[in-house]
């Protein structure tokens, strides 16, 4: 059984639950891990784990040669270097997303995976959960018909810190860019144009930031369909993530995962628990199934299930609907990028 | 049109229900009622429907040549002479259900009835409700096969009044006999064996009157099914009234009916609203159902969908019942009325 | 107790419903109908249900002594005239929606109300639905905080007529019309601004007549709060209402109605049965208890649940959605009639 | 961060899963497996996971200076003299379900565990199960009040190999033993009577070894409760485990996981998919935790989740539903070892 050698840059929390979820595959083997916070926890943790190499340059990695994939799991801003640099020394690359803040950039690291001949997949994590991946068979296989109407309900159980705020692009950026992969990937089809409205509702300090933290975004398909995709940064009840697709055959809805089946029924009421809690627990499964899938097309020579183009897709329909949000008109996905240089994004 | 020419005997609340049931029917005429205690309230009330003929007499209903049908909604000591009454006089029978507490009368009062050849039925409602005529249709259709396991969860939101335990039979034969017709119709099988535990869990009034307010009682059907039924007298969260029947090629399940589908997320919990209260909401519509079917039954000749001998069979089990949970074993409901006359039941 | 005399115009299909629901209502005595199209077998409609006086003649009935109030059930375009002669005549009026397709010509209907000082109730029959008020009732007594997201789904088992398109107004006059007013009813605001994207994705006859078969409309609402209403005029699986509502303390949500809670397993599937068919089966209850309403703010002299102001406050969404559409950019509720002039609606 | 050191007996299919699960615990090391039929696949399988030693004796496991634990998966005949030789050479004890088949021996095998004083968790897996759990939390805090009725449904997607039915002991002690145990974990009380009606409507092999596939078993509580546990060995739409508590102060009921929440409406009918396959599928967390809590029982010295004494009360039980059914009458629970002596159980 030949294993596929792994270096990982970026040992925040989505890099040590990659690595975790990577360390359950047996056809996976960690060789090293970079960060800039390299020290003695992080070597603790990764002895604990048989990780040899700890050191603060991703370079290490990038050039060694025991080394057949990197997963980057670094600041955002890094992404685009790493991708190169990975490209060109003939690794695969598992990235999260977003890619960058900048399409053109973002296309330029493509390019050069491209040119290179290596995989790369995006961490477009909830392709990989069951709900929404049974809603994505179920209109593939026709089950449905033709989609008419996309329906997507996403909203976090808290705001993130404000220093997120200030660097993460906003909520079409940082939040809904999940909801457009999602909105491609269960239709089936692109987004031709956007219409965003958002307010800030839930916390001024929001504002301060040119960002907004209740958003709704109008789409308009290719395959001549229709779509909205509802965000609020805080659902007091929980993480709320959920999907419908209507067609002219029928519709396929899912609803939110919860920790267990139970109903209380008393004299006041009938309760149930929560949804479960945020991102961690919802996906846990998804993030172990898109890591496999990874090593999976590595070993096998198979498409990765989430291509570079899928990220500059996403990137593409997010700052449409910033500029519709802005400009307070609907925004053609391909005018974005020509009207993005006419205009002053913060 | 022809129509049906009624008269009630018995207003208490049960007969204004069929009342005003009966005259939502444009083929239905309420010629009269009669109630030991009419007086200007039940005379204000059969004005302003219409009702020409109030007495105390029911016998002036049933000799009344302008009368086609009688409604026997009075105390249960009085429905086994009111139909030999009835069906003596020719007129068809609709009668509340337990006929009478004692099967060899309640055997004589049906013998009288066959021999007028005039129709009777029994007020077995449940049979009319949405939620059991579907499962009644599935097992029927063959949809899951043949079934294997019936179970029927029946628990009223509060104890009766104590005064009303004293002489209801107890709960075998005022609760739970609904539950023993229930599962004759929708298993489509005869029950053959019962065995009944019961316990005083929630007054300890009811031990003094030698009934229980907690059963569960197991059965074996003639077609070899096994089934349960467990009764509460107070389900502090409402009326919770479902049934399920498993077959070799499936099973179909229905829960309770809510006022509303709404549900409401908090920080707290996800909350619904209790079910619908007690019986008058669950099966307002299966009320007016039963004597819909009734009057079509007299008119175009059909057979009535709940006889005489539906309420033979229900008494019979309750019986069996009754001496199971006395006797502390299964008894055959072949048997029960050969053990009666060996026991003293109070 | 005092009744309410009731005429009729219009003997349709709504109409004769509404006579039905009345006459369940003892305080109300229907006094007389009126149709164009009246015959014989109005007038044995009529007979069953002892409504002595039929008539081609609308007028007949505004200047009848013995009539209080005024169903107007017919035609949308005589629903102006109709208003304007009742409130003249001082008669209280009950208006089936919309009132007019011309909003100048509406609010001179609403000033004739007005300035007799009769009663004028509209009928937003969904407000009445046991769904749809909770949803109001939760969110108005505080139970999710302040609203930041509206959703509603609204979905036609199937098309109708082609006839009937030519002359209806329109998807966002003949059937989203319910949906903002329902926007309006569980918000507890105005909405300020819509921006409507449509397509024609089930029938091409929709587009010969201007109109369009799916439809998306966003909205911003005078407390800041966001929405959204989908609309397809097919929904193979049967009629879809549903409405969410999303607040800074939570959220409140209604499903669809079933006609029973039956679920059936077996070795393919779990499957349960399709919603309720039609507005008819789904809002039986609804249509009821907005006449009993009307007549309890006529002999109590109360405000009516819904009143002309709302009848005028969803057309004007709804022009403002229609223009929307046309021009393909966001309008001003309060610009639209303005743009109306300026822009040539078929 | 010690560990402990672990020997696994029976490398069958659950003996593996036992031993994949504890491998993710940082604080296990497995240092030994042995089987009857060690070969070169169960080495191959053993050194993927650095499981040094290999062996078909027992013995080398339970005598090994390194080994801590002994994890027991062989057949259930070899449990007893197991569990003894463990527990006098010193070792922590995990045992499978059912301990025995004959409670006299059962009970001096825990005799054995509890003069050398180690620890004996029986695998009565379903306790950790998320919904189950769940159950008891509610039960045990008191948010039902006292438990009145205990409902518990457990049929499997299949019948078990005919082979398995000869040595298994018959369905009340295969099968419903697990039941037996739920039964006393969520109603927090022993079970004193018993009464059990079986039948064969499945597959007349099953008759043939005196066994049924179908049961259902009432049950009295010490504390007063009343239960009902329904079993069948196949429901072919699936692993069917629920359980429902009902109380003074409400209920809880818990339903069935299913793979992913999609509801799919069509213009036939609306369709869920069939719950999670089998006990692997349904229960593969409850595994996981199960050995969790075991070795934190070990490394901290908390008393195991499920003692010895929970293995023979459930066979005490199951022994005397067996009784029951062949005697055809109620059987306590103190008396089916006296009754055992007088009748002769296949």
């Not at 997507?152 to 939040?175: A, C, H, L, Q």
């Not at 949000?325 to 925004?331: A, C, F, Y």
């Amino acid at each position: 059984m030949k294993k596929v050698r792994i270096g990982i840059i970026g040992a925040g929390r989505i890099g040590k639950i990659h690595a975790d979820n990577l360390l359950r595959n047996p056809q996976v083997e960690i060789v090293a891990v970079s960060d800039l916070y390299a020290g003695p926890e992080l070597e603790s943790w990764a002895a604990a784990r048989n990780i040899s190499l700890v050191t603060k340059d991703s370079n290490e990695l990038i050039h060694h040669s025991d080394i057949d994939a990197i997963f980057i799991c670094s600041s955002t801003d890094t992404h685009v270097p790493l991708i190169s640099q990975a490209a060109r020394a003939g690794k695969h690359i598992f990235c999260e997303k977003p890619i960058s803040m900048e399409i053109t950039q973002t296309q330029s690291a493509i390019d050069e995976v491209n040119k290179a001949g290596v995989k790369l997949q995006i961490g477009f994590n909830r392709r990989f959960d069951h709900n929404f991946k049974r809603v994505q068979e179920v209109v593939q296989s026709g089950g449905i018909g033709d989609p008419h109407i996309i329906k997507i309900t996403s909203r976090d159980p808290n705001p993130p810190p404000i220093e997120y705020v200030k660097v993460s692009g906003g909520i079409f950026m940082d939040m809904m860019i999940h909801d457009f992969d999602m909105a491609r990937f269960v239709s089936g089809s692109e987004v031709e144009e956007v219409y965003a409205v958002g307010n800030v509702l839930i916390n001024p300090d929001f504002a301060q930031h040119c960002d907004v933290d209740t958003a709704v975004v109008t789409l308009r398909f290719a395959n001549g369909a229709l779509g909205v995709i509802d965000n609020s940064r805080q659902a007091v009840y929980g993480y709320d993530q959920r999907v419908e697709v209507f067609g002219n055959k029928g519709s396929v809805v899912v609803a939110n995962d919860h920790p267990n089946t139970a109903v209380i029924s008393t004299a006041d009421s009938i309760v149930s628990d929560k949804p479960l809690h945020f991102f961690l627990e919802r996906y846990q499964a998804a993030y172990v199934e898109e890591t496999h899938m990874f090593i999976d097309a590595i070993l096998n020579d198979k498409a990765v299930p989430v291509s570079g183009d899928d990220g500059v897709q996403a990137e593409r329909i997010a700052l449409a609907a910033k500029l519709s949000s802005r400009l307070g008109r609907p925004v053609k996905v391909s005018e974005a990028l020509e009207l993005l240089t006419q205009t002053s994004l913060s």
